[in-house]
């Protein structure tokens, strides 16, 4: 089992990536660098790839609306190229807030453009003259709709690699079984390992029955907090925040995914309180109604049997990447505690 992390949002990536080197001597095997609506996560991997030396590097996630396929695509090769062929390109829809909120973009078909979207990248790590015919995008720009000069153009560099892998983020059935036909990896949210494969088996095997054989194994990279040893079971409530940011407030009623994932889970009260006290702005009361069960199910946080024993349910989940966030007061505790997982996991 791979061992990755994810930087935060906002704030301390300086320090986080100077401290990046002793992760990386630590084990760790994989890099996320998210792209939200704060600094842009390419020019923190860039700066990434020139700090590091064996750790892969992932977007985790560029949203798929913020640009072109083929910048995407030019995006990734010039990722890769800096960093040795060590570039990982992370794709996901975000969410209508974000989209169109911060970007002014209208969120529509976001499994019919993540599709096309990959066939596009592909085309051009390949260095073909893309000439792409599809429902959301069309390359060139038909005669009658621009200038009449455009023509079909491949990318001028040789890349490092003709084949960067893509991570899909995704939860929604349809996504999760685009992702299990597509790409190289799954990102999803709120990994519950006991109830996964009731939530996820039917879109996975459907879309593994379509994968061309070539993409290898479906990576599954599942996230958790993590913390060893007796008394860290109060930092669960680290997590409460979040979980109720994302079940209550991302998004309008029926139109929150994650509210509908924890559904999924079997928590339909708790999602509807959650989301009923956080759209009422009682934020705190929402954070207080999220079970601790969730929070236990998505954690590897406790006494070290308890920690070993949810390693094993992730691994017989299906999960082959774990994406921790090491809590510890400084910093060598930290890596302490990615060494202590990469001994557990090698």
């Known amino acids: 089992m791979r061992i990755g992390m ?20 630590a084990g760790l095997d994989i890099v996320f660098v998210p792209e939200a609506y704060s600094f842009d996560a390419v020019s923190q991997l860039g700066f990434l790839a020139a700090r590091t030396e064996r750790v892969e590097l992932a977007s985790g996630i560029l949203p798929i609306y913020t640009r072109t396929p083929t910048l995407t695509a030019m995006t990734a090769a010039g990722l890769d190229y800096v960093s040795g062929g060590r570039f990982t390109l992370g794709l996901g829809s975000s969410g209508p807030q974000v989209i169109e909120g911060f970007h002014g973009v209208p969120y529509d078909a976001p499994l019919g453009r993540t599709r096309e979207i990959i066939e596009i990248c592909r ?3 390949r260095r073909e003259r893309v000439e792409y015919q599809g429902k959301h995008y069309t390359l060139p720009l038909p005669a009658d709709q621009g200038t009449g000069l455009g023509k079909p ?3 001028i560099n040789h890349p490092v690699r003709e084949r960067i892998p893509i991570f ?6 349809k996504n999760v079984e685009l992702a299990a036909e597509l790409a190289e990896g799954w990102q999803p949210f709120f990994f519950h390992p006991e109830r996964a494969r009731d939530v996820w088996g039917g879109p996975l095997a459907a ?16 996230g958790a907090p993590l913390a060893i040893g007796e008394g860290t079971e109060e930092l669960l409530d680290l997590m409460r925040p979040m979980f109720a940011l994302y079940i209550g407030g991302m998004g309008a ?70 994406t921790v966030t090491p809590l510890a007061g400084d910093h060598r505790s930290r890596v302490a505690l990615i060494e202590r997982l990469r001994a557990w996991t090698t």
Do not use: C, M
């Not at 509807?272 to 969730?294: F, M, N, R, S």
């Open 253 to 322: 009623k029926g139109r929150n995914f994650y509210n509908s994932l924890a559904q999924r889970y079997g928590y339909e009260k708790e999602a509807a309180l959650i989301q009923d006290l956080y759209l009422a702005g009682k934020k705190k009361e929402a954070e207080a109604a999220v079970p601790e069960e969730l929070l236990r199910a998505n954690a590897l946080i406790g006494p070290e049997g308890h920690v070993r024993e949810r390693l094993a349910a992730y691994a017989e989940a299906g999960a082959t990447t774990l």
């Open 123 to 125: 085309a051009v790590w």
């Open 207 to 222: 879309g593994g029955a379509r994968r061309d054989p070539s993409l290898g194994p479906l990576d599954v990279v599942v």
């Open 6 to 25: 994810q930087l935060a949002y906002s704030g301390g990536f300086t320090e986080t990536a100077a401290e990046l080197g002793d992760y990386e001597k």
């Open 153 to 155: 153009l491949k990318l």
């Open 168 to 173: 899909i983020a995704a939860i929604g059935p």
